[in-house]
């Protein structure tokens, strides 16, 4: 496939084309937003790809320098053209472990593991001082020869059952090379949801992975098949609209189009919850740090560097808005968002907005409550940012609003 | 035919000739006059067109001309009525727009002639009727309507017909309101002649067209779970002579076929149409390029055509697992995907239709091109919709696209296509070689050489 648009393009268009379906006359065009949630998800899947080459290339030089104590993760690498069947997932359905059933076994595997991290991340942030690895699932990708296509990337030593108590070190089963495509779910939306009703925070991307954790041996060799982006630099997962957006918007408000409940969700104490832990990656604070503290201590790393990748995830997250956190984190961001989105914030917002819905992965979606779809959260603006995200019924009437 | 080589057909090929064109002549289109859907009636006499103004705009055939057979009769403007207005729903906050989506006809059992219309929410049932005749004569009336004074009157007579100027009255006869949480797409009447359904992005309702507070929710793909959406019903129509039998395609590009007799509700398919995918084809668009944009059943009822963005596919519907015929419209814009998703273009949402006989099939292009393919020569046509060729009897020249290399004389490389010229709605004449060609704001209409 000829592509003219790389895949950070593609996603910021896709953004502003759902963004400006919301102001278009005659209401949301549910056909046309699906379909470019579908673009936005082949656009991420192999972004994400891009991203886990580059991070695998680091961690191989990393990994000659220090010997590894964690154990890692074997990834297969997602060729930009992933077959069909790892498009069954909805794009909308980030995640998925039941639909990771029916494939293969390995795949299975890697999307369980991918769940552990991230119900690791955001379950035990403040129990487990391990740094995470970032364990993005794996896509199929035809295997490209010799040369392979399948890199690994570097996981994290505490991955874990989603329902167990923790036990580190865990070997994971590395990926081994095959002719036959994989059929696994996309990378980015596994990567980005966990399924897991114990999931209700936050959703943050899979955490770059901390420098210390090298891959294991018998790893097959690495080729990236992506075109080399910023050499540099390295983010560790989708541009996290979590990590920005949900922190600095304020407000989405959104309609069922069926119950007619119109309900709005502060966004913004997501990022108080987040930074609760006085690590919030926004905030510029702390040390690596368990979870989402981790993936902000790795991602903070790599800022410098991320500029000239970011414009449009910045504008997702770069929103004016002071997040609550507090103000070390200000005026970090606020150079980014100059460099990048000198345009209107209430757009920019808007589309973090949107973006903290599609990226976060729905992970608060899925709620250890009933359906309370019925129930609109209450509104009282100190709500619990969790209990907001819990309840589905707002998100998936977000959904509708699309 | 004329086929790609150019040239005068013999035999059974059609010359395709000018015959006129509706619509503004100037190049700055108002919105409202955008045409949105166009439709021959049972007879072909009527051939109704929808814009995006709310606007129904039904043209009627002359008579023949036996003096003058060189051309079948002309089509002039016979009635227009303001079918839908723009409406506020004030408890979501979301304006309706009044474009018409569809454009339905009843066959015709009286003297009047009915026909559904429908924009995103409210279908309605006009009756279009003719008035030829006026009752004059009132004792207590004058001729304006001004009322008499009584006591002036000193003689009775009984009012009489007498004739009047042909008037064509349109009346709204049922509104079909508040059935549909989404945008509806499709509207087909069933081979009773006494249901006909609705179709939105999720659901499909069967109604009957004389009830309108009810209707049968008969298919719901809204998934308990929004989040979990994967699929948009994109069309729906009933089969032409199995009443009990309809289709819908979705924005997979897949088709299935229920039977009402199964079920009342049709959630699970009796037949499943797909064709898997070539992963060789595989790209950001591939979802979007795989989605049906129109459904048709042939004429006999044996075969099914759908058109996604690149593509028109003849299915038969003894066959599930892949197309009978697959016609490939235009082809070149495979590697301009980006560009069209950019513009949008990528989104648009083309028709097609069969011919009488169901040997030809048409859909349109862009550049206000439009395609033919005859099924049993395996021959395609391009043809331009364009005002150059406004000379009633001109003989259509085929067009060319140069998808790459050397540009022949007369081609037209892929980079000078205008994509704001496109056509989305054509129809054929249920009898006649007699089509309709909707470009934006124009209507044209062709015929076939008649020597």
């Known amino acids: 496939?000829?592509?003219?648009?790389?895949?950070?393009?593609?996603?910021?268009?896709?953004?502003?084309?759902?963004?400006?379906?919301?102001?278009?006359?005659?209401?949301?065009?549910?056909?046309?937003?699906?379909?470019?949630?579908?673009?936005?998800?082949?656009?991420?899947?192999?972004?994400?790809?891009?991203?886990?080459?580059?991070?695998?290339?680091?961690?191989?030089?990393?990994?000659?320098?220090?010997?590894?104590?964690?154990?890692?993760?074997?990834?297969?690498?997602?060729?930009?053209?992933?077959?069909?069947?790892?498009?069954?997932?909805?794009?909308?359905?980030?995640?998925?472990?039941?639909?990771?059933?029916?494939?293969?076994?390995?795949?299975?595997?890697?999307?369980?593991?991918?769940?552990?991290?991230?119900?690791?991340?955001?379950?035990?942030?403040?129990?487990?001082?391990?740094?995470?690895?970032?364990?993005?699932?794996?896509?199929?990708?035809?295997?490209?020869?010799?040369?392979?296509?399948?890199?690994e990337l570097p996981g994290c030593a505490a991955l874990q059952p989603p329902h167990g108590a923790p036990h580190r070190g865990q070997p994971l089963e590395p990926l081994q090379p095959g002719p036959a495509p994989l059929p696994l779910p996309p990378p980015a939306p596994a990567a980005l949801c966990p399924r897991d009703p114990r999931a209700p925070a936050a959703c943050s991307a899979p955490s770059a992975p901390p420098g210390a954790a090298p891959p294991a041996a018998a790893a097959s060799p690495p080729a990236s098949p992506a075109p080399a982006s910023s050499p540099g630099f390295y983010r560790g997962a989708y541009p996290t609209p979590s990590d920005f957006g949900l922190h600095c918007s304020s407000q989405t408000t959104v309609l069922d189009l069926d119950t007619h409940v119109v309900t709005t969700v502060e966004n913004g104490y997501l990022h108080q919850d987040c930074c609760a832990s006085a690590h919030c990656p926004c905030c510029g604070q702390g040390a690596p740090g368990p979870g989402l503290a981790s993936a902000a201590g790795c991602k903070r790393k790599y800022y410098p560097g991320q500029e000239e990748e970011e414009d449009d995830e910045e504008d997702a997250g770069e929103l004016g808005a002071e997040p609550p956190g507090g103000a070390p984190f200000a005026p970090c961001k606020r150079a980014r968002f100059e460099d990048f989105c000198p345009d209107s914030s209430p757009d920019a917002s808007n589309i973090s907005n949107l973006i903290s819905i599609f990226g976060s992965g729905f992970s608060g979606l899925v709620s250890r409550q009933p359906d309370s779809s019925e129930q609109p959260p209450p509104l009282n603006g100190q709500l619990c940012a969790k209990q907001a995200l819990a309840s589905l019924g707002a998100w998936t009437r977000a959904i509708v609003a699309f | 035919w004329v086929g790609r080589g150019g040239?005068?057909?013999?035999?059974?090929?059609?010359?395709?000739?000018?015959?006129?064109?509706?619509?503004?002549?100037?190049?700055?289109?108002?919105?409202?006059?955008?045409?949105?859907?166009?439709?021959?009636?049972?007879?072909?006499?009527?051939?109704?067109?929808?814009?995006?103004?709310?606007?129904?705009?039904?043209?009627?055939?002359?008579?023949?001309?036996?003096?003058?057979?060189?051309?079948?009769?002309?089509?002039?403007?016979?009635?227009?009525?303001?079918?839908?207005?723009?409406?506020?729903?004030?408890?979501?906050?979301?304006?309706?727009?009044?474009?018409?989506?569809?454009?339905?006809?009843?066959?015709?059992?009286?003297?009047?002639?009915?026909?559904?219309?429908?924009?995103?929410?409210?279908?309605?049932?006009?009756?279009?009727?003719?008035?030829?005749?006026?009752?004059?004569?009132?004792?207590?009336?004058?001729e304006d309507g001004r009322y008499r004074d009584p006591t002036t009157v000193t003689t009775l007579r009984v009012p009489v017909f007498r004739p009047m100027d042909l008037m064509v009255e349109a009346s709204p006869r049922r509104i079909f309101a508040n059935a549909h949480t989404y945008h509806i797409n499709s509207i087909s009447i069933n081979s009773d002649y006494e249901t006909y359904l609705s179709a939105d992005d999720l659901r499909i309702n069967l109604w009957h067209l004389e009830i309108t507070d009810r209707s049968f929710n008969i298919v719901d793909i809204k998934p308990a779970n929004m989040e979990e959406l994967t699929e948009v019903i994109t069309a729906a129509e009933f089969h032409p002579n199995s009443c009990n039998t309809f289709v819908y395609s979705s924005s997979k590009g897949t088709i299935r076929l229920c039977d009402m007799r199964a079920s009342a509700l049709c959630d699970r398919h009796s037949k499943l149409f797909e064709e898997p995918e070539d992963p060789s084809n595989r790209s950001f668009f591939s979802e979007i390029i795989s989605s049906i944009s129109d459904v048709k059943f042939s004429h006999s009822g044996r075969y099914m055509m759908t058109r996604d963005y690149l593509s028109v596919k003849i299915w038969d519907l003894n066959m599930e697992n892949r197309p009978v015929e697959t016609y490939q419209v235009h082809e070149y814009l495979r590697s301009k995907l980006c560009s069209l998703y950019e513009n949008d273009c990528i989104f648009d949402k083309f028709e097609c239709c069969w011919n009488g006989s169901d040997s030809v099939v048409m859909t349109g292009s862009y550049n206000n091109f439009f395609r033919m393919f005859d099924r049993n020569t395996k021959r395609d046509i391009t043809l331009e919709a364009s005002r150059e060729n406004n000379k009633p009897r001109t003989v259509l020249k085929p067009r060319k696209v140069c998808a790459s290399g050397k540009r022949k004389k007369d081609e037209i490389s892929v980079d000078s296509l205008d994509f704001n010229k496109k056509i989305l709605h054509t129809a054929w004449h249920p009898k006649e070689n007699i089509i309709a060609v909707a470009t934006t704001n124009n209507l044209y209409i062709f015929q076939d050489k008649v020597n």
């Open chain 2, 7 to 142: 040239g005068a057909g013999g035999g059974n090929d059609i010359q395709w000739c000018f015959s006129q064109v509706k619509g503004a002549v100037d190049d700055d289109v108002a919105e409202a006059d955008i045409i949105s859907t166009v439709e021959f009636n049972h007879s072909g006499e009527l051939l109704a067109t929808g814009d995006k103004g709310g606007r129904v705009v039904i043209f009627q055939q002359e008579q023949e001309n036996k003096i003058q057979s060189h051309s079948r009769g002309e089509y002039n403007v016979y009635s227009t009525f303001q079918s839908h207005e723009p409406e506020f729903d004030y408890l979501k906050s979301l304006e309706i727009e009044e474009k018409i989506n569809k454009i339905r006809w009843l066959p015709q059992k009286n003297a009047a002639q009915f026909l559904l219309s429908t924009n995103d929410k409210t279908i309605k049932l006009w009756k279009i009727s003719e008035r030829d005749k006026r009752p004059e004569g009132y004792n207590l009336k004058e």
């Open chain 1, 1 to 151: 496939m000829e592509c003219a648009l790389d895949a950070q393009s593609l996603i910021s268009i896709s953004l502003r084309k759902i963004h400006s379906s919301r102001t278009q006359r005659g209401g949301i065009k549910l056909h046309k937003n699906l379909l470019v949630s579908y673009v936005l998800r082949n656009a991420r899947q192999l972004y994400l790809s891009e991203r886990y080459a580059e991070l695998y290339r680091r961690q191989q030089q990393q990994q000659q320098q220090q010997p590894p104590h964690h154990q890692h993760q074997h990834l297969a690498y997602a060729a930009p053209g992933m077959p069909a069947s790892a498009a069954d997932f909805g794009p909308l359905q980030l995640g998925g472990g039941g639909d990771a059933e029916a494939r293969e076994p390995a795949a299975r595997h890697q999307l369980h593991q991918l769940h552990q991290l991230h119900l690791q991340q955001q379950l035990h942030q403040h129990q487990h001082p391990a740094p995470r690895g970032c364990a993005a699932a794996a896509a199929a990708g035809a295997p490209a020869g010799g040369a392979g296509a399948l890199s």
